[in-house]
Structures are given as C-alpha cells and as structure tokens.
C-alpha cells in the first residue's frame, strides 16, 4: 500500500505540487494524467526520492512508513523502482552487460524473461546501451531494466510516448501482467489509445488528474475520460474549484 498525503513539493524554490493525496493498494495500477507541465512527473520523481525535490509538507507511506526523509537507494532497496521519461545513454556498456550486472543485485533474468519476451529486447544485447537507439526501443529496454529491479512499486513515466500502436501493445501486456504479479504500478500517461484499452480490460484501478499541481479529479476511468472529453484538463479543474467552494 502507498499512500500519499496532502503533499506539497517544491523544486528549486518554485511550489510545483500543492497538497496532492491519493491511496494505491496492493495489486492497483493508478493513472496519472494533465496537462504538460501539470506536476505528474514531480510526483513521480518525489515518490522515488530524486534529489531537487523537496518535500515541504505532507507524507508518503510506504508498508506502513513514512519515507519522506529517505534517501533514494533506501526507497529502491524498499521495491520503489522509477522508469524516466528520458533515459539518459550510457556509452561503453551493452544492455548484457548491464543486466548481469543487475542479476548480482537482483536475481537471474529468467525469473523475468517473460518481460524480455513480451517487450522483444534480446535481440538488443550485445548493442552500446541506448546509443543510437530509436525512441520506441529506448523506451521497450527502460522497461525491461525497470522490472529487471523487480519493482514492488513502478513508476512509470510515460513508458508510452513516441511509440507505435505494436510497440503500445507490447506495453499494454506488460502492464496487464505486473498487475496479474501484485505489482503496484503508478503509470503517467498521455496516450488515450493504451488507456482506452487498459480501462476496457478492467486493469486500471483508478484515474487522478493533476492540473497546476493539484488532485483536479480521481476516479474510475470511464468517468474520468467522459468527463476529459467533456470539458477537457481546465474544465475538469474549473469545476473542481467550484465544488472546493461550496
Ligand atoms: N528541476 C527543475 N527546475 C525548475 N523547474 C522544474 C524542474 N523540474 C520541474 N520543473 C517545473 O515543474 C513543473 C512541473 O513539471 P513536471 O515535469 O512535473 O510536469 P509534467 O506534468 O510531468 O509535464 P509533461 O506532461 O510535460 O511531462 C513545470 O513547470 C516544470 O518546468
């Protein structure tokens, strides 16, 4: 369970996140959507302890935990394991030797060539890792070394942006699958296509909207994307304030 209380975040001296809540169970995949600049990857990248983001008030429990204080490599120790939304490169290493570098740390691959299979990444072992990669490979193999971590948190950071419909699909059985393992996965997204299709095959749990660094609505997906064509990100936050004001 993670649960995330009134959080607010600043990031060099500017208030980004301004009182955010929201409760992920076991098992649960959450999506986060809003508007580009909105808060979404802050929240993210707080949740995993990146340096920058500071914690101005609020709490996030992990197993029972506050982990605000934390350092990263504790919350990653703890299973609470990131998926950037631009994966830097990293020249003079190939994806194989990195990942047997990573079975010291975490296990034999084949407990998780499932992934491999589904995100079809072997055939990019022996290749300088993200060098000269195209955008959808960068994205399948960041994937792959996320659940190579063996995630009991994902956060994943538009794991889906820039990729084709083939390549959305690989992801959409990766998803499925991390759900069917108890994985709780916290996934920002822009991309109605995946969504649409998670929501149709019951996998996502629960939809929050952020919109200028607030919880504008959380819901069940077919409320929330009704309500998302409906009156779009402002409209959404718009009657969030009314109602705040009632
Ligand atoms: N290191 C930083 N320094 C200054 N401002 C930052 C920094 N990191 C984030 N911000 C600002 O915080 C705001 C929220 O950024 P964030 O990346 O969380 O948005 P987002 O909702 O993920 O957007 P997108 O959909 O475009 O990825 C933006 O205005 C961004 O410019």
């Not at 019951?202 to 409320?223: C, E, F, M, Q, T």
């Amino acid at each position: 369970m993670l649960s995330v209380r009134d959080l607010v975040v600043e990031v060099e001296g500017r208030r980004i996140l301004q009182g955010i809540s929201m409760d992920i169970g076991p098992g649960e995949l959450h999506v986060i959507m809003g508007p580009n600049g909105a808060g979404k990857s802050t929240l993210l990248n707080t949740i995993a302890g990146l340096r920058h983001y500071k914690v101005v008030s609020g709490s996030i429990i992990f197993q029972g935990i506050n982990i605000v204080n934390k350092p990263l490599y504790e919350r990653a120790r703890s299973g609470i394991v990131l998926a950037h939304q631009f994966p830097p490169a990293l020249k003079g290493l190939t994806l194989r030797e990195l990942v047997s570098a990573m079975e010291r740390i975490y296990g034999s691959a084949r407990d998780v060539e499932w992934a491999a299979d589904i995100l079809d990444v072997k055939k990019f072992m022996d290749r300088p890792l993200f060098v000269g990669m195209s955008g959808g490979e960068r994205k399948r193999v960041e994937l792959y070394l996320t659940i190579l971590q063996r995630p009991r948190v994902a956060l994943l950071d538009e794991p889906d942006s820039g990729v084709d419909i083939e390549t959305l699909e690989r992801i959409e059985e990766v998803l499925v699958e991390l759900k069917k393992r108890g994985v709780l996965v916290l996934l920002v997204s822009h991309t109605m296509y995946l969504l649409e299709r998670l929501a149709a095959r019951n996998i996502i749990d629960n939809v929050h909207v952020i919109v200028a660094g607030r919880l504008a609505a959380s819901g069940d997906p077919k409320k929330i994307f009704e309500m998302l064509k409906e009156a779009g990100f402002q409209g959404i936050a718009e009657g969030a304030r009314v109602r705040g004001d009632d």
